[in-house]
């Protein structure tokens, strides 16, 4: 899946950069990311100065005072567990909000750390840091 950049205002947000789902998306993916961008702005609009909507094999979408984006799923290449897969998702952009990323590379991160987390079974396997990083 491909994503194209675009410039200009995003809902929910004043002047920004907004990164979207190009025409060659499929429709669901696009319309997932369209409900996720409502969402995050309904989000936002509550106070956190970030949004982030899992879309799950899809992806995510991030949403902050900088930025909105859609970040496509990094593909898992066998998934033989899924159980704390989004547990995961949320510690890797947890951590890279520590380390003071930009959202895309949180999304990305965030993204592969989930998919390799799905390959073995169980908890034992987590990706480490080093791990996802050979996958970005």
Known sequence: TSASARRGEAAGSGAGRT???????????????????????????????????????????????????????????????????????NAACIFGHKKGWGIEKIGRFANVAAALSTTSFGDLNYPTEQEVKQFI
């Open 19 to 89: 990164i979207a789902p190009s025409r060659r998306t499929p429709s669901i993916i696009r319309w997932a990311v369209a409900k996720a961008a409502r969402a995050a702005a309904a989000i936002r609009a509550r106070g956190p100065r970030t949004a982030i909507v899992k879309l799950g094999q899809q992806g995510c979408y991030i949403a902050s005072n900088q930025a909105h984006t859609y970040v496509p799923a990094y593909p898992a290449t066998q998934v033989v567990d899924t159980t704390g897969a989004g547990d995961v998702f």
